[in-house]
């Protein structure tokens, strides 16, 4: 049977070693609810870069960076001379300066930046209708007003949009409420509360909407707090979040006459868009200062176009960074200068001009690898995907295993797929680093997470989310990533899918 509905719940870098043995121990009890319902999934793979814009994007559009554009927290983009600054994470960035960080999102993230069609506009497009409680990948196919004197009061003197394009309900906090049901914005409010668009919010906004029967056939409820918490106090610390987002979907369900009766109209889909790692207390050791690390280098200035004489641009992404090379420097001494730094654990380039002639580079302590998909030599594996690859050098590198011509790796979750679905982006830096787990990039300026959690890197810590499915009669394949969820949207929608779950996702 296929429900007639879809509430797909987003809880931001929820980590399947912290969520799923609450969920088994009856700690988060509805979770447990849905997981006996249906199924849990604990291995779901994320994107490269691990980190929430790039990551909640491909949960929406079902593909990678290289397709949907938003190549990370923070990139350079060459076609518009911009440097894309979501800040360390969402809403640290929030914190400092709600106004630019909303413009960014409603302005840029929604329009010109994000290149594939998200699942807002896919179900729409067929003729249902969907609702956006908070998720911040919003791009629908209906214009709605913005609430424009509560971004004045945010950000006075600056010429604002007035409408943005999202599905039939849009709902983002304070600055945006609109569609059936016409839920009011929830209590509480304002700038502690992120204007509406924390978990509190959230669960309110749902929780209406099932009381009063609104819920449409396609609805994103996302929960933000638990990576907020995360970054201060580590994913194990952040756990009463979690009990929060517990509470607010058994409350959803009470208000729709309860879990059983809920879920036999409603497909409940669970999952996070990246994991957390804990970072060391020592921030000697957990911080690798990337502008001390090429200081021999003329760096761009952070968030910042290029100036004429510059080398090199840093754009760090908490665990990952992105470095783009300029002028009169080398991507080979952009890499040796990283390979310098022991805490660095993965140093990645690209080479090659055409797609047959494409090599992908991988270096650190442990050796160096190249990986292809087009041409001959090397060995050769395929991924759990089906995708043939080829690969030559030291596979301690991503400590790749093989068997029976599959090519796997437990501490690189589908590490080619992933690393090629971020170096593919047109916007993608030359050269991209990974921190060893406890380890974090920094610059001046920034805030590292010393002693709490932070993501970003191809590491397994980083990089795994759960996936509940419950109230739909489907099993979920063995091999889960986080580019199939759209897809899993789609069927049990009854809808067609662009490309099926578990199917080779990466073009030419
Ligand atoms: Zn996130």
Partial sequence: MVAVKVLLVVIDAASPRVFCPAVQTGRLKNFKLLAEAGEMHQESVSIFPSITPAATSSIITGCYPSQHGIVGASWYDERSDQVA???????????????????????????????????FESVEGAGREAACFNFLVYRGL???????????????????????????????????SDGRGHAPSP??????????????GTGSMLCQAAA???LPDFTVA???????RSHEVGPFGALPVLDRVDAALGATFEAAGGIERFL?????????????????????????????LYSDFAQATLGKPWNARDQIMICPNMRAAQLYVHGTASVAQVVQTALKEPRIDLVIWRGGETPATRRYHVSGPRGTLAFWRHGGGGREGRDAQ????????????????????????????????????????????DVWLTAQPGCEFEVRGGQPHVGAG??????????????????????????????????????????????EIGAPALRD
């Fill in 212 to 214: 009063e029967g609104t």
């Fill in 222 to 228: 996302y929960f933000a707090d638990n990576d907020y």
């Fill in 386 to 429: 089906g995708t043939a690859w080829r690969w030559d050098g030291d596979p301690a590198v991503l400590r790749l295993e093989t068997s029976d011509g599959l090519v796997h790796s437990a501490d690189y979750p589908n590490p080619f797929e992933r690393i090629a679905g971020a170096l593919d982006a047109d916007a993608a830096g």
């Fill in 85 to 119: 600054y979501y800040g360390d994470d969402f809403w640290v960035v929030a914190a400092r300066g709600f106004g630019a960080f909303l413009r960014d999102f409603l302005v840029h993230l929604n329009g010109d930046r994000l290149t594939a069609p998200t699942l």
């Fill in 142 to 176: 209906k214009p709605h007003r913005v609430n424009i004197p509560w971004l004045l009061a945010v950000l006075p003197g600056t010429p604002l949009t007035e409408t943005v394009l999202g599905p039939t309900t849009l709902c983002l906090g304070d600055f945006v």
């Fill in 187 to 200: 209590k509480p409010h304002g700038a502690l509360h992120r204007f509406g668009m924390d978990d509190a």
């Fill in 264 to 292: 036999s109209e409603t497909c409940v889909i669970v999952t996070s868009d990246h994991g957390h790692c804990d970072i060391l207390e020592d921030a000697d050791a957990a911080v690798i200062h990337l502008d001390n």
């Fill in 454 to 499: 932070s993501h970003g890197a191809l590491h397994t810590l980083d990089s795994l989310s759960p996936v509940i499915v419950a109230g739909a009669s489907m099993r979920l394949p063995r091999t889960l990533r986080s580019i199939d969820l759209a897809a899993l949207c789609m069927r049990a929608l009854g809808l067609t899918s662009r490309r």
